[in-house]
């Protein structure tokens, strides 16, 4: 189970968070199941430092996403694969993290010791057919910094792009109150993303953490939803997390500053984050342990 503030299909306003959020801790205390480490079917896994901002897509992002998915749809159609379901209400997602203690498939340390930073690109669907089918889709190779992590996650079939990043993390007291500020420019010769968050900690709506008390101290990490890479497109794999996170619902509060510029080699993702009809909705803070299990 993961925690999710986004609009409800069939419905034409927005699902209010608190409720849902406060009614999904309860049901995660008895229906989150444990997930032990095989040591087989490890993908990939590190520590992040987090920020995730979700904006609702105007019509051309829609359909830009759409276009994404009727590709990878044709090679899971040959694959025998369940289909993917894209809704045009679901959020884009944009994550930016620096990865400690990145490991490969193996699971082996790099060589490389320095963190990993990171971008992807990303919405939410549904796999046609399936129960509780809902998987996020990663739209197109991530921007990141660490070779070392590229050359063994290309070898498995999910390549990502070189590129540069500079970051600036601020967490400081502010009376009373504490401030957060991040900023991230991200390059390389075909693409440039700049993301910024400020906001103090009173602007936060909810804080949460997954998975409960019960998994943590089982297995560690639980498993929170199934992801698809466009790169790996007839393949679906488990995403395992332990997480603390801060949910920033009210994006429009004076003391909250975000701002998300992008400009990408791929027409379609460029398409999605410059449509001037998409409306910012979310932002989250989190910092997670994560890993990735092949099925």
Not at 62 to 70: G, K, L, N, P
Not at 97 to 115: A, F, H, K, M, Q
Not at 119 to 135: I, K, R, S, W, Y
Not at 246 to 252: F, N, Q
Request: charged residues 20%; proline residues 5%.
């Amino acid at each position: 189970m993961v925690i999710e503030v986004r609009r409800t299909k069939g419905t034409q306003g927005f699902v209010c968070a608190i409720g849902i959020v406060a009614l999904l801790f309860l049901v995660a205390a008895t229906s989150v199941s444990a997930q032990c480490s095989d040591p087989s079917k490890h993908f990939r896994s590190g520590v992040w430092k987090q920020w995730v901002y979700w904006t609702l897509p105007g019509p051309s992002a829609s359909a830009a996403v759409q276009r994404i998915i009727t590709e990878m749809n044709q090679a899971r159609a040959a694959a025998g694969q369940p289909l993917i379901v894209f809704d045009p209400q679901e959020p884009l997602i944009l994550g930016i993290y620096e990865e400690n203690n990145p490991r490969g498939p193996d699971g082996s340390n790099l060589i490389d010791r320095r963190p990993n930073q990171e971008v992807f690109f990303a919405t939410f669907a549904e796999l046609d057919g399936a129960l509780n089918g809902e998987v996020v889709v990663f739209l197109t190779d991530n921007l990141r910094s660490n070779a070392e992590l590229t050359a063994k996650l290309t070898a498995a079939g999910v390549p990502g792009r070189a590129a540069v990043f500079g970051r600036t993390m601020k967490f400081d007291l502010a009376g009373s109150d504490s401030a957060v500020s991040a900023k991230w420019v991200v390059s390389n010769e075909s693409d440039r993303v700049r993301f910024s968050a400020q906001y103090l900690s009173s602007a936060i709506t909810v804080r949460s953490r997954f998975p409960g008390a019960a998994t943590y101290l089982n297995c560690n990490l639980g498993h929170s939803i199934d992801v698809v890479f466009r790169s790996l497109p007839t393949e679906t794999l488990a995403f395992l997390e332990r997480n603390q996170s801060a949910y920033l619902l009210d994006l429009a509060r004076k003391d909250v500053e975000v701002d998300l510029k992008v400009r990408h080699h791929d027409p379609d993702i460029d398409a999605m984050f410059n449509d001037p009809a998409n409306r910012p909705y979310l932002l989250i803070e989190l910092d997670r342990v994560v890993r990735f299990e092949r099925h």
